[in-house]
């Protein structure tokens, strides 16, 4: 029970602090040219969600994996980058979406695989 509530609490405390990280990052950056806010924040979620998951593989699953996922989870706004895209194409500025979309995407897994190969490249030299 007691391991039930350590979860929890780790599940909340990621949630918490991912989501006020990308709400003032979006709230701070996000302007009519680019989501700079949102793209940030889905791109240090990548970020996270790599060293969460290199975490997870070299110990068991722990309460601070399933924080650092959580908060990539939170941080990681995807349903705002949806919103923000379908916005766009409805208000017919379709080069602006795709710009966005591509930009986010391809950043996000550079990211992602660049901190793995870092972790990778990192363990080995450990050894």
Known sequence: ?????????????????????RYKLAERFDNGDFYYGTFTANVAACAVLALSGF??????????????????????????????????MQKRLFKKAFVYAATTLFTS????????????LAKSLMR
């Open 1 to 21: 029970m007691q391991q039930i509530a350590y979860q929890l609490v780790a599940v909340l405390t990621g949630s918490v602090c991912g989501a006020m990280f």
């Open 55 to 88: 975490m997870a593989g070299v110990s068991n699953f722990d309460l601070t994996n399933l924080c650092m996922a959580t908060l990539a989870g939170t941080m990681s706004t995807y349903s705002s980058f949806a919103y923000q895209i379908a916005k766009d």
């Open 109 to 120: 897994l550079l990211v992602y695989f660049f901190v793995a190969v870092l972790i990778a």
